[in-house]
């Protein structure tokens, strides 16, 4: 079963930034197409980023964060991270990984198996 694991998430007022990490220890990340996800309260879990399942140097955004975050990894460290800048109070969630089929920004998890995520509080 895969088995990621976020973190770096945290309190920070609006306008401020977080750097986000998904590892794992089963698996090698860029073996697949990792995706970022989140989960307001009361609110579905939403896909809104991704690398490309055909070209891995394409990355997606959905229009609510393009322009503010930025996908990146780290593949000596098999690392993910999610840069999150200029943050707004609607960008409180918490953030998961997981491998996806990502063909726009919208991706669509491989498996039904999720970590148990990073909170972001965005509030001044």
């Known amino acids: 079963q895969v088995q990621l694991v976020e973190s770096g998430g945290g309190l920070v007022q609006p306008g401020g930034s977080l750097r986000l990490s998904c590892t794992s220890s089963?698996?090698?990340?860029?073996?697949?197409?990792i995706g970022w996800f989140r989960q307001a309260p009361g609110k579905q879990r939403d896909g809104i980023s991704c690398?490309?399942?055909?070209?891995?140097?394409?990355?997606y955004y959905t229009d609510s964060i393009k322009g503010r975050f930025t996908m990146s990894k780290d593949n000596a460290k098999n690392t993910v991270y999610l840069q999150m800048n200029s943050l707004k109070p609607e960008d409180s969630a918490v953030y998961y990984c997981?491998?996806?089929?990502?063909?726009?920004?919208?991706?669509?998890?491989?498996?039904?198996?999720w970590g148990q995520g990073t909170r972001v509080t965005v509030s001044s």
């Open positions: 997981a491998p996806t089929w990502c063909e726009g920004p919208n991706p669509r998890p491989l498996y039904d198996s």
């Open positions: 089963g698996f090698t990340l860029d073996h697949y197409a």
């Open positions: 690398f490309s399942s055909r070209d891995s140097s394409t990355t």
